[in-house]
């Protein structure tokens, strides 16, 4: 009977605090109410954390850059975001969030991308808006995160129009890498679009979606060899491709952008304008990266591990695949996403994040590059098969 009294004692209590946790003074009523309790929610306050967000002279413009970690002393993770002009930061609060138990996980806004964008001068910019200044770019920072942490190699992951340049780094500067993860990868993108055309088409074809029909068939032929794709029939392929699922797996469009409402990492005024950059980069690097050809890429100097979803229309996964089987490189792995489309990190989060602890993390604890009393993570471990 004592216990019993206990227990309905401590519950009784327990119940009675409640109605005092959701006053109406404890609610979220702004943006920045709620962007407060995110941000609280994920402060770092362990000993040896690292949370820094601040503006690095890269490239001849100040850029913005994020850095969280809950050890400093885990291997740096740079992600290159994809877009181009569509930065990943916003999503960072949400979708790498756990990657930060074991990596010190750096998100950056590439010139013309999300506050990089906010704080230049657009039209100064602009003559520098080509694929080799983003490589060089890369080179910059990559070079400051190794002298600023004491790291002689860091993990590079790029998404997308990221993986282009992450792959053109990976060529570069091997020696600087311990491996490349590809998310989305690019590489023979000409034939990328025709497949991922001829594969929505079908898919409106199926739906008996007449305008969609009507304007993909306006729009043939599409990704014609030896030709760049115009910028407008680029934007109603993606519009009826993004449409049936192609960016995302059983979706009608995207989620991702809603996740900058949230972003603590974005001020009020910022979040409103935080893809103003998408546009504005598009115009100047979508049409030339759409024409090129990466497949004559056939050896890398380090490690290679391509994170694929099984949906991907946007940059065809299975093309991403036949160019891997094809790839020679000190060791690579490939892990098929079967419920993702074009957004892996943010349509399954922790299997990336297992794929990383299982294929990525151990080239780190080989050589020493993490924190003394981290968690070892092998192979046979880990659960997870290649196919």
Not at 150 to 160: A, E, M, Q, V
Not at 324 to 341: I, M, N, Q, T, Y
Request: one cysteine or more; aromatic letters at 10%.
């Amino acid at each position: 009977m004592k216990k019993t009294t206990s227990a309905i004692i401590a519950i009784f209590t327990f119940s009675a605090a409640m109605p005092a946790m959701s006053t109406p003074s404890s609610q979220a009523t702004s943006r920045a109410d709620a962007t407060a309790v995110v941000r609280e929610l994920r402060r770092i306050v362990t000993p040896n954390g690292v949370d820094r967000s601040e503006h690095l002279r890269i490239g001849g413009i100040d850029q913005f850059v994020s850095v969280r970690g809950r050890d400093r002393r885990n291997p740096i993770l740079l992600v290159l975001h994809g877009g181009p002009g569509f930065p990943e930061t916003p999503l960072a609060w949400w979708n790498t969030r756990d990657f930060e138990e074991y990596f010190t996980v750096v998100h950056w806004d590439q010139r013309g991308s999300g506050k990089t964008f906010l704080i230049n001068d657009a039209e100064a910019v602009a003559p520098t808006m080509r694929p080799e200044q983003f490589i060089t770019d890369t080179e910059e920072l990559v070079s400051w995160l190794r002298n600023e942490f004491g790291r002689d190699k860091i993990f590079l992951l790029g998404h997308s129009w990221g993986s282009y340049v992450g792959l053109q780094f990976a060529k570069r500067r091997p020696e600087w890498l311990h491996a490349y993860i590809g998310v989305g990868q690019a590489t023979n993108t000409p034939e990328s679009e025709r497949r991922g055309y001829a594969l929505t088409l079908a898919a409106a074809r199926r739906a008996g979606n007449a305008e969609a029909v009507s304007q993909l068939e306006s729009i043939a032929p599409y990704a014609v060899p030896g030709q760049s794709i115009p910028l407008e029939k680029i934007v109603i392929e993606r519009r009826w491709s993004d449409h049936f699922g192609g960016v995302m797996a059983y979706r009608e469009g995207q989620v991702n952008g809603i996740a900058s409402r949230l972003s603590p990492d974005y001020s009020d005024e910022d979040a409103a304008h935080v893809y103003d950059g998408n546009g504005y980069s598009q115009q100047y690097l979508l049409s030339v990266v759409l024409g090129i050809d990466l497949s004559g890429i056939t050896r890398l100097q380090c490690p290679l591990i391509l994170l694929e979803g099984r949906h991907d229309r946007t940059v065809n996964s299975d093309v991403a695949y036949e160019w891997f089987d094809r790839l020679r490189a000190p060791s690579k792995h490939f892990v098929w996403f079967e419920h993702s489309g074009h957004e892996v990190m943010s349509e399954e989060p922790a299997k990336v994040l297992a794929s990383l602890l299982r294929y990525a993390r151990p080239f780190a604890e080989r050589s020493g590059d993490v924190a003394p009393e981290g968690l070892a993570f092998s192979e046979a471990g880990m659960g997870l098969g290649r196919k």
